[in-house]
């Protein structure tokens, strides 16, 4: 497969040529919190940022990491993770990433 291009998802009550999507997603289900997604390219070996808010509690936050495909069932993944929550350092903080 390496070096050939994916074939189209086989989809007949889609109008067109449907290919498949991936999605990375990151949340707390036990929170039902949502706080990441991003579309990515299906590829080999990728590298992807994928930037979200940390939960506001200090602490090590016990989240989910999804990798979801909207074309084929079966083929989702899913990881738990931990993050190691900190305090913010000054100057940080959501106003410096807005415009």
Not at 38 to 50: D, I, N, P, T, W
Request: overall charge negative; charged content about 25%; glycine content about 10%.
């Amino acid at each position: 497969m390496e070096g050939q291009e994916l074939s189209p998802v086989h989809a007949p009550r889609f109008s067109g040529v449907r290919e498949e999507g991936w999605w990375l997603v990151v949340g707390n289900p036990k929170a039902n919190k949502l706080l990441g997604i991003k579309r990515v390219s299906f590829g080999k070996a990728q590298r992807v940022k994928l930037q979200f808010d940390a939960p506001a509690e200090v602490g090590v936050a016990k989240l989910t990491l999804f990798f979801m495909c909207d074309s084929w069932l079966g083929c989702d993944q899913e990881y738990e993770v931990e993050l190691n929550v900190t305090e913010a350092a000054d100057g940080s903080g959501s106003e410096e990433m807005s415009e």
